[in-house]
């Protein structure tokens, strides 16, 4: 009963590095998305998709990327890290869009020196 | 700019006393939801409420929509340590996007 799968848990970076962090969901949904959380801040969402081959972007898209070439993985995609990016990262999936449940994975906690 | 603002940001109660969150916004959702977090995990969906001035009830928890549907509340009555976490409000912006509030973190003690 895995749900939605993230990795990694921990990932620690230096300024200008690249990188990517997975997500992966089992139940078949169609709605995937990314969300950055930070303190008294809540979450923001960076990224989602309907569907395999449509992404489209959220409130804080800027030096992420983002593509879904399958139903179950939605990667995040790390242009050139920046400091400004040291924050927790959640991948959500959901049955629908708008007012239904979003699963969430177990978050990974990204650090950029 | 954030959509949802919480209130209280934090709040630390005794075991069996009762509390109100408060989610605000300036902006109509079409529904909305609660979510608590727990340390180290992602957040889990408690309730989502779809039509204006509707109040749902889930044991000790009771959620409540604005009947403009830009405004939430959540009670809790006779809190109990089981309760504390992070407690997030999410509104439901057209068809996907999902708008989440600041946060309310709430501390229990026995």
């Known amino acids: 009963n895995a749900g939605v799968t993230q990795t990694p848990k921990f990932q620690v970076l230096k300024t200008g590095q690249s990188m990517t962090l997975q997500c992966a969901q089992d139940m078949n949904h169609e709605y995937m998305s990314w969300y950055r959380q930070d303190p008294g801040m809540g979450l923001r969402l960076i990224h989602y998709s309907v569907g395999a081959g449509i992404t489209d972007q959220g409130e804080v898209p800027n030096g992420y990327n983002v593509s879904r070439s399958t139903t179950e993985d939605f990667p995040l995609r790390l242009l050139s890290a920046a400091p400004s990016q040291t924050s927790v990262y959640f991948c959500?999936?959901?049955?629908?869009?708008?007012?239904?449940?979003?699963?969430f994975g177990e978050g990974s906690r990204l650090t950029v020196l | 700019t954030q959509l949802l603002e919480q209130s209280p940001q934090f709040l630390s109660i005794q075991e069996g006393e009762n509390l109100t969150v408060y989610c605000n916004s300036s902006?109509?959702?079409?529904?909305l939801q609660w979510y608590r977090q727990e340390p180290g995990e992602g957040p889990v969906l408690l309730v989502t409420?779809?039509?204006?001035?509707e109040v749902k009830k889930l044991k000790r928890l009771t959620f409540q929509f604005g009947d403009a549907r830009k405004d939430s509340s959540l009670h809790i009555t006779a809190a109990q340590t089981g309760d504390t976490g992070l407690y997030l409000c999410?509104?439901?912006?057209?068809?996907?996007?999902?708008?989440f509030g600041t946060g309310t973190r709430l501390k229990v003690l026995a």
């Open positions: 902006s109509v959702f079409s529904s």
């Open positions: 409420v779809v039509t204006g001035g």
């Open positions: 959500a999936s959901s049955r629908q869009g708008g007012g239904g449940e979003l699963f």
């Open positions: 999410a509104g439901a912006q057209g068809t996907y996007k999902y708008i």
